[in-house]
């Protein structure tokens, strides 16, 4: 087993005629992350998805996976890593089995093998004799990690695999996925749910307009708000006052539901003691820390509104291949 990243894209870059839908990525998945690949629609997740399954050639830069870059080493740089972007693709007219067992036989080796498995671990062993055609969404979505699962992957890409699904449905996938990581897969896994990546990922890179805004752990990246604190006292007024008047008290402010305000620790308990002398009580003091949510839009609203360039005005290249006519397609990936 080599010591190379899972996957490690450096200054990748894909166009679209006028839109830069992928801008210079730099990004490294090591092996057994759980990594969030965050922006809102159109931020080019899909595409960087692409380019790391060797569906579309990157304008510049590389993409390896566990040190191998498809374009160079083709299928091999394939070798253990499955997944499917956008929705997987499977015949509406078989059953959820009999897709599989066709997905099997072109993976070839043991896959057929880990069908059963497969099916079990998505759940969806009892509906396997069903023509996928009356599948639900979520249950398609199962089933194109089946089909993922059958190549036994070290590294396993999903593209928004919760996104719509029921609530239900979506806590499902996760649970999936966690239990999945749990065996030690890797998981590089596209989303534009805050809730979907605070639970599942340590490591998140965040994109709009194709360019990265932030990249590395998940808690650092929430501990860079800390240092915002809220108060709530029985006398809001008085503490504001006060507060104004302390050192290492800044950018204070006051709403319905009290005060916030940026301290250092030392600064916010000298201003406890400080309310407690004048009479000042204090129903709560916290430190705060932004949600992922927060920060995301802080970080992708910064962006220029480059994805927002009317669509199909470029070369498509989508008619370059088979794209949405097969199961074979691009939307769904094996070596
Ligand atoms: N084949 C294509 N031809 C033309 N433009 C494309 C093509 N694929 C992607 N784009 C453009 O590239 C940009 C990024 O698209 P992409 O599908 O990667 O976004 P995304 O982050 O996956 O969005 P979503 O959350 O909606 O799935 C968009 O502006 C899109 O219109
Ligand atoms: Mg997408």
Same mark, same amino acid.
């Given at each position: 087993?080599?010591?190379?990243?899972?996957?490690?894209?450096?200054?990748?870059?894909?166009?679209?005629?006028?839109?830069?839908?992928?801008?210079?990525?730099?990004?490294?998945?090591?092996? #057994?992350d759980?990594?969030?690949?965050?922006?809102?629609?159109?931020? *080019?997740? =899909?595409?960087?998805?692409?380019?790391?399954? #060797?569906?579309?050639?990157?304008?510049? $830069?590389?993409?390896?996976?566990?040190?191998?870059?498809?374009?160079?080493?083709?299928?091999?740089?394939?070798?253990?890593?499955? *997944?499917?972007?956008?929705a997987?693709?499977?015949?509406?007219?078989?059953?959820?089995?009999?897709?599989?067992?066709?997905?099997?036989a072109?993976?070839? #080796?043991?896959?057929?093998?880990?069908?059963?498995?497969?099916?079990?671990?998505?759940?969806?062993?009892?509906?396997?004799? &069903?023509?996928?055609?009356?599948?639900?969404h979520g249950?398609?979505?199962?089933? $194109?990690?089946?089909?993922?699962?059958l190549? &036994?992957p070290?590294?396993?890409?999903?593209?928004?695999?919760?996104?719509?699904? &029921?609530?239900?449905?979506?806590?499902?996938?996760?649970l999936?996925?966690?239990?999945?990581?749990?065996? *030690?897969?890797?998981?590089?896994?596209?989303?534009?749910?805050?809730?979907e990546?605070?639970?599942?990922?340590?490591?998140?890179?965040?994109?709009?307009?194709?360019?990265?805004?932030?990249?590395?752990?998940?808690?650092?990246l929430?501990?860079t708000?800390? #240092?915002?604190?809220?108060?709530r006292?029985?006398?809001?007024?008085?503490?504001?006052?006060?507060?104004?008047?302390?050192?290492?008290?800044?950018?204070?402010?006051?709403?319905?539901?009290?005060?916030?305000?940026?301290? $250092?620790?030392?600064a916010?308990?000298?201003?406890?003691i400080?309310?407690?002398?004048?009479?000042?009580?204090?129903?709560?003091?916290?430190?705060?820390?932004?949600?992922?949510?927060?920060?995301?839009?802080?970080? =992708?609203?910064?962006a220029?509104?480059?994805?927002?360039?009317?669509?199909?005005?470029s070369?498509?290249?989508?008619?370059?291949?088979?794209?949405?006519?097969?199961?074979r397609?691009?939307?769904?990936?094996?070596?």
């Amino acid at each position: 087993m080599s010591a190379a990243p899972a996957v490690e894209a450096r200054a990748l870059v894909k166009r679209y005629g006028r839109i830069t839908a992928v801008d210079h990525v730099d990004l490294t998945v090591k092996a #057994g992350d759980v990594y969030g690949y965050l922006g809102p629609n159109g931020a *080019g997740k =899909t595409t960087t998805l692409r380019m790391m399954l #060797g569906l579309i050639t990157p304008d510049a $830069g590389t993409v390896k996976l566990f040190g191998r870059d498809p374009l160079v080493d083709g299928v091999r740089a394939l070798d253990g890593v499955a *997944g499917f972007v956008e929705a997987p693709r499977f015949y509406p007219y078989l059953n959820g089995r009999k897709n599989l067992e066709l997905v099997a036989a072109l993976d070839g #080796g043991d896959a057929a093998s880990r069908i059963d498995a497969a099916l079990d671990t998505v759940e969806l062993a009892d509906r396997a004799r &069903d023509k996928v055609g009356g599948y639900s969404h979520g249950m398609r979505q199962r089933l $194109g990690l089946a089909g993922a699962l059958l190549r &036994d992957p070290r590294l396993l890409i999903l593209d928004e695999p919760a996104t719509g699904l &029921d609530p239900g449905g979506m806590r499902d996938m996760r649970l999936l996925i966690r239990r999945l990581a749990d065996q *030690g897969m890797t998981v590089l896994l596209s989303s534009h749910l805050m809730a979907e990546v605070e639970e599942l990922c340590d490591r998140v890179v965040i994109i709009s307009s194709g360019r990265v805004r932030y990249e590395g752990a998940l808690d650092e990246l929430i501990a860079t708000t800390a #240092g915002r604190y809220e108060l709530r006292t029985t006398d809001d007024e008085r503490a504001q006052q006060i507060a104004a008047a302390q050192r290492g008290i800044g950018d204070l402010e006051r709403d319905a539901r009290g005060l916030t305000f940026a301290a $250092g620790e030392r600064a916010a308990t000298a201003l406890s003691i400080a309310l407690g002398e004048a009479g000042v009580g204090i129903a709560a003091l916290v430190p705060r820390t932004a949600t992922l949510e927060e920060l995301f839009f802080r970080m =992708t609203e910064e962006a220029p509104a480059g994805d927002l360039a009317p669509a199909g005005v470029s070369n498509d290249r989508r008619s370059a291949t088979t794209d949405r006519h097969t199961p074979r397609a691009e939307e769904e990936v094996r070596a």
